[in-house]
């Protein structure tokens, strides 16, 4: 829950979640995103990329903009800086500012005294490497030099027009005379909600239609990295320790961070209620693709990865038809590798015959890395069919 905190004639707001984006969403999704965190409340701070911080007022709230904390402290604090603010008795406002200046996922959060140590250790070590402590005595220096923002904010629900619909609506039964045009009424909501069901199966079936391994390879990208902008990395006491993209989407790996399953993300526990495996549809859009620049896209991305000392894996299979390969036919050449910087930055049409199967990243929140990658790189599996690989 949002909450105020009033120092020198200002209103301060804590307590809420940030998400970073490169670009600002739509007003639908982010009243979606706002409702799926129990907001009441969203704000947009900043242009490219943005702040997008959701607050949870109460249901007796009506507040047109506010001064959120978290943003005139990444202000003063600067950038690379973990701090923990007793602005109460045994309670700790936490702030994370990134290298780049924004808000870190698990910023804006309040914890007790007991929990500052198990907190930490969820923590990547280069977030503590310059932590700040400010104590009882220091908070009101602290905030008196915090230079306030006004942030405008939106409900998360679309009351005005839901007002709008219920007055039209009342409108038509007055003139249409009681229950006949009621009945029209509500034969015209149901025949509504049954075109908008059709709508969204006919868009999830379009979606689906776009999954195939065939699809270009920064189409794929693009989906993938589009899905994984949009996260919200700490929610509710859980954070996201990694994320892996396949043709059937987006999957995410959350560990508890203090949170209790009653506020996990929806997601399979199976026999570990510690972690929750979280999978989400992902949108494919289409796009003019690269003309390959060689006939061997297969050596052409080895060329690549051995100028960038990248080491790859690569295996041979037949083709996973369930059928005895045509006479002739070469199999497929999987390769697998570790791409260092964003993959965005490369590409990848250019390469012919490639298709991209899986891509995972570590995220590092969790504090602790695994063996299927980290923060500094991208595990990616990519397929040549037809490839020979001489």
């Known amino acids: 829950m949002t909450f105020d905190l009033t120092t020198n004639d ?12 490169r670009h600002r969403p739509a007003k639908r999704v982010l009243r979606k995103q706002a409702r799926d965190v129990a907001a009441t409340h969203y704000a947009v701070v900043g242009r490219d990329p943005v702040e997008i911080g959701f607050f949870s007022f109460g249901a007796d709230a009506d507040r047109k903009a506010v001064y959120p904390m978290a943003i005139g402290a990444a202000a003063k604090l600067g950038p690379d800086v973990y701090a923990e603010i007793e602005f ?87 003139l249409a005379g009681g229950a006949a045009a009621w009945h029209r009424h509500q034969l015209d909501v149901a025949h509504q909600k049954a075109l908008t069901a059709a709508r969204e199966l006919a868009r999830r079936q379009r979606a689906a239609a776009l999954i195939p391994t065939t699809a270009p390879p920064d189409a794929w990208l693009a989906a993938c990295l589009d899905g994984v902008d949009g996260l919200q990395m700490f929610r509710s006491g859980w954070i996201v320790k990694s994320w892996v993209c396949r043709n059937s989407g987006l999957s995410l790996s959350w560990v508890r961070a203090g ?27 289409m796009r003019r693709t690269t003309q390959p620049t060689a006939p061997d896209g ?8 051995q100028a960038l000392e990248v080491q790859p894996q690569i295996a041979r299979s037949a083709v996973q038809t ?69």
């Open 10 to 21: 200002t209103k301060w707001t804590l307590g809420a979640t940030w998400i970073s984006a």
């Open 88 to 174: 109460e008795p045994g309670r700790f406002w936490i702030i994370g500012v990134m290298s780049d200046g924004r808000l870190a996922p698990f910023a804006d959060t309040i914890i007790r005294g007991d929990d500052r140590e198990a907190f930490r250790a969820r923590l990547p070590s280069a977030f503590l490497e310059n932590r700040v402590e400010i104590g009882l005595d220091d908070v009101d220096a602290f905030v008196q030099d915090l230079s306030p923002v006004a942030v405008p904010v939106s409900g998360a629900s679309n009351a005005r027009e839901m007002r709008r619909a219920v007055v039209c609506a009342a409108a038509v039964l007055a």
């Open 259 to 285: 949170g209790t399953l009653a506020d996990a993300p929806p997601g399979d526990f199976g026999s570990h209620p510690d972690q929750i495996e979280q999978t989400i549809p992902l949108t494919f859009s």
């Open 322 to 390: 369930g059928l005895p390969p045509p006479i002739g036919s070469a199999p497929t050449m999987t390769v697998g590798f570790t791409w260092p910087t964003d993959p965005r930055l490369q590409q990848w049409d250019s390469v012919a015959g490639m298709t991209f199967r899986e891509m995972r990243h570590d995220t590092g929140l969790a504090g602790e890395m695994t063996s299927s990658g980290g923060r500094d790189g991208y595990i990616m599996i990519a397929s040549f069919n037809g490839s020979t690989g001489r």
């Open 298 to 305: 297969l050596r052409q991305l080895l060329a690549v990865l």
